[in-house]
């Protein structure tokens, strides 16, 4: 009977399936265990010692070598290649880069009142977007 061997522990499922992802891209069959106790309540990470990606024993030493090499970016050029403009925005109008962002006045009223009442926190972002070139104003 094959027994699963945990290779590493991540605090968020998220980041347990983009390693997984990438263990099975390079050939090597991987588990995620725990990850619907943090799902269902994230405190538990700590307390489970993580989300588990968890690799056939066989494949231990192949799966830590990939691990290090995912966990210090050397996958990274990868990614630039197949998408090379995923991190670009531009102006929908002219296809300029330059532009200013900022915040709708009624975000940041929702945001404050929500804080001052419940204290919760939410995040901001920056849907006013315009062009420096051109002048055009968009929303995204």
Same mark, same amino acid.
């Given at each position: 009977m094959a027994k699963f061997k945990t290779v590493a522990s991540f605090t968020f499922p998220i980041e347990a399936y983009l390693a997984?992802?990438?263990l099975e891209v390079e050939g090597i069959p991987a588990f995620? #265990?725990? /990850?619907n106790h943090v799902?269902?309540?994230w405190m538990y990470s700590q307390a489970l010692g993580g989300v588990k990606l968890q690799v056939l024993e066989n494949n231990v030493e192949a799966a830590n070598l990939v691990l290090e090499k995912h966990l210090k970016g #050397?996958? /990274?050029s990868d990614l630039d290649s197949e998408f090379p403009d995923i991190e670009e925005n531009h102006c929908p109008q002219c296809e300029a880069k330059q532009y200013e962002s900022r915040l709708s006045l009624f975000s940041l009223?929702?945001?404050l009142l929500t804080f001052g009442i419940f204290a919760i926190i939410f995040p901001l972002r920056k849907?006013?977007?315009k062009c420096r070139e051109c002048g055009f104003n968009w929303k995204y």
């Open positions: 997984k992802g990438r995620v #265990a725990h /990850e799902w269902a309540n #050397a996958y /990274e009223i929702t945001v849907k006013h977007h």
